[in-house]
């Protein structure tokens, strides 16, 4: 197993595109990304407006795969309008 552990901190008036995006990934991306294990988007209890997303894939080398794929790089670039900084 491979993964990642983020922080997202949209914009003020962000955070429903900011949803809207990540659930985008999970509808479209998601059943075409190879070794994708799993993926969970948490909301702060204690910092107000920002998330906690976690990643898995089976394995570092697909993990890579998807983290090089142009189609994942215009998914974030997409979502990345909508945030604060970089996760």
């Known amino acids: 197993m491979f993964g990642s552990v983020f922080r997202l901190r949209p914009l003020p008036g962000h955070e429903q ?3 809207e995006v990540m659930q ?3 509808s479209e991306r998601k059943p ?4 994708f294990v ?3 988007l948490y909301r702060s209890a204690s910092r107000p407006g920002e998330y906690v997303n976690t990643v ?3 394995d570092r080398e697909t993990y ?3 983290a ?4 994942q790089d215009r998914w974030y670039k997409e979502l990345r ?3 604060a900084g970089d996760p």
Not at 32 to 35: I, R
């Open 38 to 40: 799993a993926g969970h």
């Open 17 to 19: 595109a900011m949803l």
């Open 56 to 58: 898995v894939f089976q």
């Open 68 to 71: 090089d794929d142009p189609d």
């Open 81 to 83: 309008v909508h945030l």
């Open 64 to 66: 890579m795969r998807n």
């Open 24 to 26: 985008r990934w999970a």
């Open 32 to 35: 075409k990304v190879a070794g």
